[in-house]
């Protein structure tokens, strides 16, 4: 729809984002003292090699409403941060992430597409928050061993805290299958850094 009728994705989008700040200007006010982090949305632009729709799909029909919601929530609560959960390989579009008002990214899948960490942080730095990308969940975490999840961590959570703006986690979920060690591993490490 985006790319056959996006007039009709842009009222869409319209509709839910007036609907949304109208619920904002009720709750926020209210709540806002106790909302630390707001989950803006969670949609997931990225496959594991590149966005799901062009650049230009998000700077257009989806970045000017995202925009608006968050604006709306720093004006409602000007504590409260702004949250966007997204998998995959969305580097390409970082820039106009943080166009649309997110504090926060999550998760840095760096892994997914052709970029580092390391690239993903200094495009980030000191614009954004980023939520994660500690270990890779689905390499190392489950197929490594403890040093292999050790090194990982030391190695991309020394990078990744440099001037603030980064929540250490792991990239994703982690699975049940997990050895427990491994988990003790990425926060311990992690901790000692």
């Given at each position: ?15 839910t ?7 904002m ?7 806002g003292?106790?909302?630390d ?5 969670a949609?997931d ?11 230009q799909?998000y ?12 604006d709306?929530i ?13 998998c ?21 899948q760096?892994?997914?597409g ?9 495009k ?13 969940t ?56």
């Amino acid at each position: 729809l985006c790319l056959t009728e996006p007039e009709f994705v842009a009222e869409l989008h319209d509709i839910t984002i007036t609907h949304a700040i109208a619920q904002m200007e009720r709750l926020l006010p209210e709540l806002g003292p106790c909302i630390d982090v707001y989950m803006c949305s969670a949609d997931d632009w990225g496959t594991q090699n590149a966005t799901i729709a062009s650049p230009q799909i998000y700077h257009d029909l989806f970045m000017p409403y995202y925009k608006r919601f968050t604006d709306a929530i720093h004006a409602l609560a000007p504590e409260t941060k702004t949250f966007l959960h997204s998998c995959g390989a969305i580097y390409d579009i970082l820039d106009d992430i943080i166009d649309s008002g997110f504090d926060a990214l999550n998760p840095v899948q760096w892994m997914a597409g052709t970029r580092r960490w390391a690239e993903w942080k200094d495009k980030a730095r000191n614009r954004i928050a980023l939520w994660g990308g500690a270990v890779n969940t689905q390499e190392t975490l489950p197929l490594g061993t403890v040093k292999d999840v050790e090194k990982e961590v030391a190695e991309v959570v020394s990078y990744m805290k440099q001037d603030g703006g980064y929540v250490c986690c792991a990239i994703h979920n982690i699975l049940a299958e997990i050895e427990p060690e491994k988990v003790i591993a990425l926060y311990r490490t992690a901790a000692s850094l």
